[in-house]
Protein backbone atom coordinates (compact mmCIF):
# COMPACT_ATOMS: atom_id res chain seq x y z
CA UNK A 1 0.00 0.00 0.00
CA UNK A 2 0.94 3.78 0.36
CA UNK A 3 1.88 5.27 3.13
CA UNK A 4 4.19 8.47 4.08
CA UNK A 5 6.77 8.19 7.39
CA UNK A 6 7.55 11.42 8.72
CA UNK A 7 10.15 12.83 11.58
CA UNK A 8 7.48 13.65 14.89
CA UNK A 9 7.96 16.82 15.92
CA UNK A 10 7.90 19.64 17.54
CA UNK A 11 11.07 20.99 15.74
CA UNK A 12 12.57 23.59 17.44
CA UNK A 13 14.62 26.26 16.29
CA UNK A 14 16.18 29.77 16.15
CA UNK A 15 15.48 32.09 13.99
CA UNK A 16 18.20 31.84 10.51
CA UNK A 17 19.42 28.09 12.10
CA UNK A 18 18.55 25.18 9.30
CA UNK A 19 15.85 23.25 8.81
CA UNK A 20 15.23 19.72 7.71
CA UNK A 21 12.19 17.63 8.28
CA UNK A 22 12.49 14.38 7.34
CA UNK A 23 9.88 12.32 4.81
CA UNK A 24 9.90 8.87 3.20
CA UNK A 25 7.01 6.93 1.77
CA UNK A 26 6.53 3.66 0.47
CA UNK A 27 3.85 3.43 -2.71
CA UNK A 28 3.04 1.01 -5.67
CA UNK A 29 3.55 2.83 -8.71
CA UNK A 30 5.55 6.16 -9.67
CA UNK A 31 3.81 8.79 -6.93
CA UNK A 32 4.42 12.22 -7.24
CA UNK A 33 5.20 14.19 -4.34
CA UNK A 34 4.10 17.21 -2.05
CA UNK A 35 4.88 19.38 0.76
CA UNK A 36 2.14 21.00 2.28
CA UNK A 37 1.90 23.86 5.13
CA UNK A 38 -0.65 25.02 7.46
CA UNK A 39 -0.08 28.05 8.98
CA UNK A 40 -2.12 29.06 12.30
CA UNK A 41 -5.60 29.44 11.62
CA UNK A 42 -5.49 28.45 8.25
CA UNK A 43 -6.16 25.74 5.50
CA UNK A 44 -3.27 23.49 3.96
CA UNK A 45 -1.59 25.12 1.12
CA UNK A 46 0.69 23.61 -1.38
CA UNK A 47 4.61 24.26 -0.68
CA UNK A 48 6.24 22.20 -3.13
CA UNK A 49 6.38 19.77 -5.36
CA UNK A 50 8.49 17.07 -7.49
CA UNK A 51 5.96 14.46 -10.28
CA UNK A 52 9.54 12.61 -11.13
CA UNK A 53 12.84 11.35 -9.59
CA UNK A 54 15.65 13.92 -9.17
CA UNK A 55 12.84 16.67 -9.21
CA UNK A 56 13.66 19.45 -7.01
CA UNK A 57 10.97 21.57 -5.96
CA UNK A 58 11.04 24.55 -4.16
CA UNK A 59 9.43 27.58 -3.02
CA UNK A 60 9.75 30.66 -0.47
CA UNK A 61 13.00 29.38 -0.21
CA UNK A 62 11.93 25.70 1.03
CA UNK A 63 13.59 22.75 -1.41
CA UNK A 64 12.85 19.63 -1.00
CA UNK A 65 14.47 16.69 -3.46
CA UNK A 66 12.25 13.62 -5.25
CA UNK A 67 14.73 10.66 -4.20
CA UNK A 68 13.92 7.43 -5.58
CA UNK A 69 16.84 5.28 -4.49
CA UNK A 70 16.08 6.28 -0.97
CA UNK A 71 11.78 6.75 -1.49
CA UNK A 72 12.41 10.08 0.31
CA UNK A 73 11.78 13.60 -0.07
CA UNK A 74 13.02 15.55 2.79
CA UNK A 75 12.50 19.66 2.98
CA UNK A 76 15.08 21.85 3.93
CA UNK A 77 15.32 25.82 4.06
CA UNK A 78 18.80 27.41 4.53
CA UNK A 79 17.16 30.42 7.11
CA UNK A 80 14.07 29.44 8.81
CA UNK A 81 12.12 32.51 9.94
CA UNK A 82 9.63 32.87 12.68
CA UNK A 83 6.85 33.42 9.83
CA UNK A 84 7.76 29.71 9.07
CA UNK A 85 6.38 28.43 12.13
CA UNK A 86 3.40 25.73 10.86
CA UNK A 87 2.85 22.32 10.41
CA UNK A 88 4.61 20.79 7.35
CA UNK A 89 2.82 17.76 6.07
CA UNK A 90 4.05 15.58 3.33
CA UNK A 91 2.32 13.64 0.70
CA UNK A 92 2.05 11.53 -1.99
CA UNK A 93 -0.75 11.11 -5.16
CA UNK A 94 -0.29 7.78 -7.20
CA UNK A 95 -0.26 8.46 -11.25
CA UNK A 96 -3.92 7.45 -12.21
CA UNK A 97 -5.46 8.49 -8.77
CA UNK A 98 -6.88 11.56 -7.51
CA UNK A 99 -6.44 11.05 -3.55
CA UNK A 100 -3.46 12.25 -1.46
CA UNK A 101 -2.22 10.15 0.99
CA UNK A 102 -0.42 12.12 4.04
CA UNK A 103 1.89 11.63 6.67
CA UNK A 104 0.96 12.82 10.16
CA UNK A 105 2.83 16.36 10.04
CA UNK A 106 5.45 17.88 11.73
CA UNK A 107 5.24 21.09 13.48
CA UNK A 108 7.95 23.83 13.34
CA UNK A 109 8.47 26.47 16.00
CA UNK A 110 11.02 29.47 15.37
CA UNK A 111 11.66 31.42 17.74
CA UNK A 112 13.55 34.42 17.47
CA UNK B 1 -11.66 35.23 -5.94
CA UNK B 2 -12.88 33.11 -3.14
CA UNK B 3 -11.38 30.24 -1.80
CA UNK B 4 -12.91 27.08 -0.76
CA UNK B 5 -14.66 27.71 2.16
CA UNK B 6 -16.00 25.79 5.39
CA UNK B 7 -18.37 26.28 8.24
CA UNK B 8 -18.63 25.95 10.91
CA UNK B 9 -14.55 26.34 11.74
CA UNK B 10 -16.19 24.83 15.41
CA UNK B 11 -18.12 22.27 16.31
CA UNK B 12 -19.12 21.19 19.78
CA UNK B 13 -21.65 18.08 20.02
CA UNK B 14 -22.15 15.67 22.42
CA UNK B 15 -21.86 12.10 22.11
CA UNK B 16 -25.30 10.84 19.82
CA UNK B 17 -25.88 13.32 18.46
CA UNK B 18 -26.34 14.52 14.88
CA UNK B 19 -23.61 17.47 13.10
CA UNK B 20 -23.54 18.67 9.45
CA UNK B 21 -20.32 20.35 8.06
CA UNK B 22 -20.52 22.09 4.90
CA UNK B 23 -18.05 22.88 2.06
CA UNK B 24 -18.42 25.44 -0.38
CA UNK B 25 -15.79 24.85 -2.65
CA UNK B 26 -13.74 27.59 -5.37
CA UNK B 27 -16.75 28.43 -8.16
CA UNK B 28 -16.03 26.08 -11.52
CA UNK B 29 -14.38 23.30 -9.62
CA UNK B 30 -15.74 19.97 -10.41
CA UNK B 31 -14.00 18.27 -8.25
CA UNK B 32 -14.47 18.15 -4.02
CA UNK B 33 -12.84 16.07 -1.34
CA UNK B 34 -13.15 15.16 1.81
CA UNK B 35 -10.29 14.73 4.28
CA UNK B 36 -10.22 14.33 8.44
CA UNK B 37 -6.97 14.56 10.50
CA UNK B 38 -8.38 12.45 13.86
CA UNK B 39 -5.89 12.91 16.94
CA UNK B 40 -3.20 15.06 15.69
CA UNK B 41 -2.13 11.71 13.44
CA UNK B 42 -2.08 11.52 9.54
CA UNK B 43 -4.37 13.11 7.74
CA UNK B 44 -6.55 10.76 6.04
CA UNK B 45 -8.96 10.71 2.67
CA UNK B 46 -12.44 10.37 2.89
CA UNK B 47 -14.38 10.60 -0.62
CA UNK B 48 -13.48 12.64 -4.05
CA UNK B 49 -17.05 14.21 -5.68
CA UNK B 50 -16.74 14.93 -9.69
CA UNK B 51 -19.70 17.22 -9.88
CA UNK B 52 -22.97 15.37 -7.73
CA UNK B 53 -21.67 12.61 -8.59
CA UNK B 54 -19.19 10.39 -5.87
CA UNK B 55 -15.92 9.24 -7.58
CA UNK B 56 -14.36 7.70 -4.59
CA UNK B 57 -15.82 6.50 -1.19
CA UNK B 58 -12.92 4.12 -0.41
CA UNK B 59 -11.99 6.14 2.39
CA UNK B 60 -15.67 7.02 4.29
CA UNK B 61 -14.81 4.96 7.96
CA UNK B 62 -18.81 3.81 8.38
CA UNK B 63 -22.36 4.46 7.41
CA UNK B 64 -22.40 7.13 10.04
CA UNK B 65 -21.15 9.19 7.72
CA UNK B 66 -22.81 10.51 4.23
CA UNK B 67 -21.62 13.28 2.01
CA UNK B 68 -23.73 14.63 -0.74
CA UNK B 69 -23.28 17.31 -2.87
CA UNK B 70 -26.49 18.09 -4.52
CA UNK B 71 -26.10 19.97 -7.57
CA UNK B 72 -22.45 19.89 -8.29
CA UNK B 73 -21.73 22.78 -6.08
CA UNK B 74 -21.64 22.66 -2.23
CA UNK B 75 -21.18 19.97 -0.13
CA UNK B 76 -22.34 18.52 3.05
CA UNK B 77 -20.88 15.48 5.50
CA UNK B 78 -23.31 14.69 7.79
CA UNK B 79 -22.60 12.62 10.96
CA UNK B 80 -24.84 11.01 12.34
CA UNK B 81 -25.02 9.66 15.34
CA UNK B 82 -21.43 11.28 16.25
CA UNK B 83 -18.71 9.05 18.72
CA UNK B 84 -15.97 10.31 20.20
CA UNK B 85 -13.62 9.10 17.34
CA UNK B 86 -15.35 11.43 15.32
CA UNK B 87 -13.64 14.03 16.80
CA UNK B 88 -11.17 15.54 14.83
CA UNK B 89 -10.28 18.39 11.76
CA UNK B 90 -12.19 17.70 8.62
CA UNK B 91 -10.78 18.91 5.57
CA UNK B 92 -12.68 20.18 2.16
CA UNK B 93 -10.51 20.48 -1.11
CA UNK B 94 -11.63 21.42 -4.52
CA UNK B 95 -9.65 21.59 -7.92
CA UNK B 96 -10.49 21.99 -11.66
CA UNK B 97 -11.52 19.22 -14.04
CA UNK B 98 -7.84 18.62 -15.81
CA UNK B 99 -7.82 15.13 -16.32
CA UNK B 100 -4.37 15.25 -15.10
CA UNK B 101 -3.35 13.55 -11.55
CA UNK B 102 -1.35 16.02 -10.58
CA UNK B 103 -3.91 19.13 -10.51
CA UNK B 104 -3.63 21.47 -7.61
CA UNK B 105 -5.84 21.26 -5.02
CA UNK B 106 -7.29 24.02 -3.11
CA UNK B 107 -7.91 23.60 0.79
CA UNK B 108 -10.20 24.94 2.88
CA UNK B 109 -9.24 25.77 6.57
CA UNK B 110 -11.05 22.74 8.04
CA UNK B 111 -14.09 22.31 10.54
CA UNK B 112 -12.57 21.71 13.96
CA UNK B 113 -15.18 18.54 15.36
CA UNK B 114 -15.16 18.29 19.13
CA UNK B 115 -17.45 14.96 20.28
CA UNK B 116 -17.63 14.79 23.96
Known amino acids: GNSVTQMEGPVTLSEEAFLTINCTYT??????LFWYVQYPGEGLQLLLK?????DKGSNKGFEATYRKETTSFHLEKGSVQVSDSAVYFCALMNTGFQKLVFGTGTRLLVSP | EAGVTQFPSHSVIEKGQTVTLRCDPI?????LYWYRRVMGKEIKFLLHFVKESKQDESGMPNNRFLAERTGGTYSTLKVQPAELEDSGVYFCASSQVSGETNEKLFFGSGTQLSVL
Open chain 1, 50 to 54: ATKAD
Open chain 1, 27 to 32: ATGYPS
Open chain 2, 27 to 31: SGHDN
